[in-house]
């Protein structure tokens, strides 16, 4: 249950697999059959969603070679950002995201390269998410679920549109912050899915692939998975 809510690890499946052997060991066949259902939901959503992995250092004809990308959540922590912005796949980055960026710092700065477009100071309406590279669309209030506070924003770029996002950690309060996540991401489906055109959605979703919530996610607004590898 806790995996295809997306609260904990895909490690859980692993576990599944170690309970069902138990269940049927110890001839307890209600519990297996429910065991051995659990487990292939969540097999079954890891197999259903899968991801593309892209190559990790493209050939110099590719042209995706040409924009590289670039999303880190620094977690409040300066130190780190600055190690982020010493990365030399970041220096080349044509547009880069940010998730939980210490408030006053000064990512003109940091991240030469990037188009600065506006002035990239960290907003407290949006968790500390930041891009560069990008101009950021105002006000962005469809990446909302309580008012003031925005989850994520929006960007166009050259060619597409980009989404930047935080959700919130599903592990917060009695289950509050599970409820709050997932209507994030139910709002970041209705949002990218009337956007026309191409989109790119990166940030730090909080989430598991086994997720329900991302599943639909994916549906709704028509996104593939991918990774760099």
């Known amino acids: 249950i806790l995996a295809l809510v997306g609260a904990w690890d895909r490690l859980i499946i692993l576990f599944g697999i170690v309970?069902?052997?138990?269940?049927?060991?110890?001839?307890?066949?209600v519990m297996t059959v429910l065991q051995g259902v659990a487990v292939l939901a969540l097999l079954y959503?890891?197999?259903?969603?899968?991801t593309d992995y892209t190559p990790l250092f493209p050939k110099k004809s590719d042209p995706s070679r040409q924009y590289v990308?670039?999303?880190a959540n620094i977690h409040d922590n300066r130190l780190a950002l600055k190690s982020l912005a010493m990365l030399p796949e970041v220096k080349k980055a044509r547009a880069i995201g940010l998730g939980e960026v210490p408030e006053f710092s000064?990512?003109?700065?940091?991240?030469?390269?990037?188009?600065?477009?506006?002035?990239?100071?960290?907003?407290?309406?949006?968790?500390?998410?930041?891009?560069?590279?990008?101009?950021?669309?105002?006000?962005?209030g469809d990446l909302s679920?309580?008012?003031?506070?925005?989850?994520?924003?929006?960007?166009?770029?050259?060619?597409?549109?980009l989404f930047v996002l935080h959700l919130q950690n599903p592990t917060r309060g009695r289950g509050e912050g599970l409820r709050i996540r997932n209507l994030e991401l139910a709002v970041l489906a209705e949002t990218v899915?009337?956007?026309?055109?191409?989109?790119l959605v990166m940030g730090?979703?909080?989430?598991?692939?086994?997720?329900?919530?991302?599943?639909?996610?994916?549906?709704?607004?028509?996104?593939?998975?991918?990774?760099?590898?």
């Open 145 to 161: 679920v309580w008012q003031g506070r925005n989850f994520g924003l929006k960007a166009r770029c050259d060619g597409f549109t």
């Open 69 to 71: 990308m670039a999303w």
């Open 193 to 199: 899915a009337k956007e026309p055109g191409p989109v």
């Open 19 to 29: 309970g069902l052997g138990a269940f049927w060991l110890g001839k307890w066949r």
């Open 106 to 140: 000064n990512l003109q700065e940091l991240f030469p390269a990037a188009d600065q477009l506006e002035s990239a100071t960290p907003s407290k309406e949006t968790w500390g998410v930041e891009t560069l590279g990008c101009r950021v669309e105002k006000p962005n």
């Open 45 to 50: 959503l890891n197999v259903r969603v899968p």
């Open 204 to 229: 730090d979703f909080n989430t598991t692939p086994s997720a329900l919530p991302l599943y639909s996610l994916l549906q709704t607004a028509n996104l593939k998975r991918v990774a760099c590898g």
